[in-house]
């Protein structure tokens, strides 16, 4: 359906609601662990314990594979709990696996291996963690508000994107490998700290009826999603971007340290651009969605900024690292743009009783894509392709991913309103 009226006035502020800012605050405090982690543990692998292209895609794959283990289960889980204290309890349980990673490096005792497993258990709280928050800020938010809130989630996420690697590149190369991970550990404590200070009671779940069955809930979620077109090409945007997102993951490290000769701090410091497009793409995001219209931002977007992608395998030592620089700030910025505008628009048309199963199947497809991805790169990188070669192959296959959503009934529209998954593919979706 598709607000046919003028553009409204923007919401009040939405900093001045207490509850909303301690959420934001314990969100952004693990989402700066997460992505310190994840520059961590692959420096780690790569320059300290030598792993193989192979065992750097397994280990990029494990930091996903937790949404094809319980991604599907996960928003059933989340409907059916308090989503603050869940919340609390992945962070606690990733700051105890993190804790790991020190005691073995002391100990002498640290392998590949054991990154992958603790990267691997980490993504399976992260699983639950991730579906909770982006389903429970309708509870602290009015539907007026949910751009804005996602938006300001947004921010906060692409801060960490680039602050998080930078600080854990140079750290890791003052301090040794131990003293960041534990830093990180002690940053998923505090978000639980944070958490427990929201004022607010953290509602209890809908009671629908006698002991539901798990697989019949989670069929519930995906008969929704897939009767939808609109979600349904969002989805299948966002598995294609993941995916060749993992490709690129899986060989990145090992193109910046070892084809370009990068230091620790110096990849953490290229890996921080993409965060920093993503920064600009949270703080115009609202603005963007409301010039061009929401429903339009969620195709147009990824069709101009992802083929950006191209510019990074183009990149040697020196200046010549500069279009590579370019390419992942614009993609960084189509990226959240693209996520801000499709995350409102699943809050906007799935009933609150649906949101937790919908959002947990569009991870499960997602991040499941971007496991499948990593893992292709790993091998890729070992094959004729090389580490370049299959830099190519990311950058390449991210620029398919707009035609889903270029194709989709989001093509005639400017805005999107609330409707139901009856109507989701009928007159209401006509173009303004």
Not at 239 to 266: I, K
């Amino acid at each position: 359906m598709v607000s046919e009226q003028a553009t409204p006035p923007a919401p009040a502020f939405l900093g001045a609601r207490s509850a909303f800012r301690m959420f934001w605050a314990a969100e952004s405090v693990s989402q700066f662990g997460t992505y310190v982690g994840n520059a961590l543990l692959p420096l780690l692998a790569a320059t300290t314990l030598a792993a193989t292209p192979l065992e750097m895609g397994l280990l990029s794959a494990a930091e996903t594979t937790g949404y094809l283990l319980i991604g599907l289960p996960a928003g059933v889980w989340v409907a059916r709990a308090r989503q603050r204290l869940l919340m609390r309890r992945a962070n606690t349980g990733r700051a105890m696996l993190l804790c790991t990673i020190p005691v073995a490096w002391w100990a002498g005792l640290l392998t590949v291996a054991q990154l992958i497993a603790v990267a691997l258990l980490c993504g399976v709280l992260a699983v639950l963690f991730d579906v909770a928050y982006q389903s429970h800020l309708p509870a602290l938010v009015d539907r007026d508000h949910l751009l804005q809130g996602n938006a300001r989630l947004q921010s906060s996420q692409s801060l960490a994107q680039i602050t998080g690697p930078g600080v854990g590149g140079a750290f890791a190369q003052l301090a040794g490998p131990a003293l960041p991970v534990l830093a990180t550990a002690l940053g998923y404590l505090s978000s639980t700290l944070l958490l427990r200070r929201i004022s607010e009671p953290d509602p209890a779940p809908p009671v629908e009826g006698p002991d539901p069955r798990l697989l019949a809930e989670i069929r519930a979620g995906l008969r929704f999603l897939v009767r939808s077109r609109t979600l349904l090409a969002i989805t299948c945007c966002t598995a294609t971007a993941n995916f060749f997102a993992g490709v690129l993951s899986a060989v990145q490290v090992l193109f910046l340290t070892g084809v370009l000769g990068l230091s620790g701090a110096a990849v953490g410091a290229v890996l921080s651009v993409l965060g920093l497009g993503g920064v600009l793409g949270a703080l115009s995001a609202y603005r963007v969605a409301r010039r061009v219209g929401q429903a339009r931002a969620v195709w147009l977007v990824p069709l101009v900024t992802f083929p950006a992608l191209l510019l990074v395998p183009v990149a040697e030592r020196g200046i010549m690292l500069a279009p590579a620089l370019v390419g992942l700030l614009v993609t960084g910025y189509g990226v959240v743009v693209y996520n801000v505008a499709q995350v409102s628009y699943r809050q906007v048309v799935c009933p609150e009783t649906m949101l937790t199963r919908v959002n947990a199947s569009v991870r499960f497809v997602g991040f499941g894509a971007m496991t499948v991805g990593a893992l292709a790169g790993g091998v890729l990188g070992e094959s004729a392709a090389g580490v370049r070669g299959t830099l190519w192959i990311a950058a390449c296959g991210s620029c398919l991913a707009a035609v889903w959503v270029v194709c989709s009934p989001l093509r005639g529209m400017r805005d999107f309103a609330r409707v139901g998954v009856d109507e989701a593919d009928g007159p209401g979706e006509r173009g303004a």
